[in-house]
């Protein structure tokens, strides 16, 4: 039983990293976007945005669901960037 507890978190932790590296990789197209002075590329970038996110979306929900409810040590941490990004998206499509 306690192996595969052990196999279990460290499943968990290999998606923790997964799932921040994809976060990670939407911000960086995030910024990239708003940077980009053409239309069709920072629409390209953008869309490259939403696939990562919608990725990290995915990933979320199967570490919460496979996650241990009362391993709290596994929970990340919220990612203040990704909600910041999250509100300021409507913001900065509507200022172009």
């Known amino acids: 039983m306690q192996n595969n507890n052990n196999k279990k978190q460290?499943?968990?932790g290999l998606m923790i990293q997964r799932c921040h590296r994809w976060r990670q990789k939407?911000?960086?197209y995030m910024d990239q976007a708003r940077?980009?002075?053409d239309e069709v590329e920072r629409e390209r970038i953008l869309q490259m945005a939403e696939h990562y996110g919608r990725i990290v979306n995915e990933e979320q929900s199967?570490?919460?669901t496979t996650r241990d409810p009362r391993d709290k040590s596994a929970a990340p941490?919220?990612?203040e960037r990704l909600d910041e990004?999250?509100?300021g998206f409507p913001d900065f499509i509507s200022q172009l």
């Open 10 to 12: 460290m499943s968990v």
């Open 26 to 28: 939407r911000k960086q």
């Open 35 to 37: 940077q980009t002075p």
């Open 62 to 64: 199967k570490i919460d």
């Open 77 to 79: 941490e919220p990612d």
């Open 85 to 87: 990004d999250d509100n």
